[in-house]
């Protein structure tokens, strides 16, 4: 019984060691969303969701954030989504239409004296606004 359990636990253990070593590509379906940014080796990245979790002034974006309800039914399973900084929101733009319905004015996480970056996805434009004014949420997440 030992040698049945420990080869079991050997084949598990190979399992998630080539899980945890697939690579990914950019466009690519995985972990809740769409692969935006992969790193060199394809193993680390970053992913975008593929629905909008809101809109909302700045000291909504959190709650709508956390709240799985606002996620997509892939998105759901992962608890570690987050404001994209500005960069992220660019490279979200240059691959608009891989991600889905990407419409309006986009928050970022750059911040600096009451004002935010946001990205207009309709135009292009980069603009920095105040914490006031109401614009949509696309979080993503790191792989």
Not at 6 to 15: D, N, P, Q, V, W
Not at 62 to 73: D, G, Q, R, Y
Request: contains cysteine; hydrophobic residues 40%.
């Amino acid at each position: 019984m030992k040698k049945v359990s420990l080869i079991f636990l050997t084949f598990m253990l190979l399992g998630f060691v080539v899980k945890a070593q697939t690579k990914h590509n950019l466009g690519e379906k995985f972990g809740g969303g769409v692969v935006i940014s992969v790193s060199a080796d394809g193993l680390t990245g970053v992913i975008a969701e593929t629905q909008d979790q809101g809109l909302c002034v700045w000291d909504e974006i959190n709650a709508l954030i956390a709240n799985p309800v606002n996620h997509s039914k892939e998105g759901k399973a992962f608890n570690n989504w987050r404001l994209p900084s500005r960069e992220e929101l660019a490279l979200m733009y240059t691959k608009k239409t891989t991600i889905a319905a990407l419409k309006g004015n986009y928050w970022s996480s750059t911040t600096g004296k009451g004002r935010v970056s946001t990205q207009d996805f309709a135009t292009g434009k980069v603009s920095i606004l105040t914490k006031t004014e109401k614009n949509s949420i696309r979080s993503v997440r790191t792989f």
